[in-house]
């Protein structure tokens, strides 16, 4: 099982950034896909939220209308889109895929800051 995460970095407050997590070694079509991260000295938390098959994503009101989670499934790649990012979005963003066994990815830094 791999996990190849990229497009984190630094970012001033109201930027983009698109994270990507190309997966292998496992069948991704049929997992639930989720977006976590985790701030120095907090504890880990889910920021989107995806299905299998149909089903309307679903996000917290923390990040809700700035963060869109999307799956392609014929390149095994699940990726997250962070528009108006803030000073608090900075963060490990990790993504984890579940289904009869959870994977998670390593993360990856993202720092908002002017």
């Known amino acids: 099982v791999q996990f190849v995460e990229s497009g984190g970095g630094s970012v001033q407050p109201g930027g983009s950034l698109r994270l990507s997590c190309e997966t292998s070694?496992?069948?991704?079509?049929?997992?639930?896909l989720t977006w976590y991260r985790q701030a120095p000295g907090e504890e880990r938390e889910w920021v989107a939220w995806m299905g299998a098959t149909d089903g309307e994503p679903d996000y917290p009101d923390s990040v809700k209308g700035r963060f869109t989670i999307s799956r392609d499934d014929s390149k095994n790649t699940m990726y997250l889109q962070m528009n108006n990012l803030k000073p608090e979005d900075t963060a490990v963003y990790y993504c984890?895929?579940?289904?009869?066994?959870?994977?998670w990815g390593r993360g990856i830094q993202v720092t908002v800051s002017s």
């Open positions: 984890k895929a579940s289904g009869l066994k959870t994977y």
């Open positions: 070694g496992f069948p991704f079509s049929i997992q639930i």
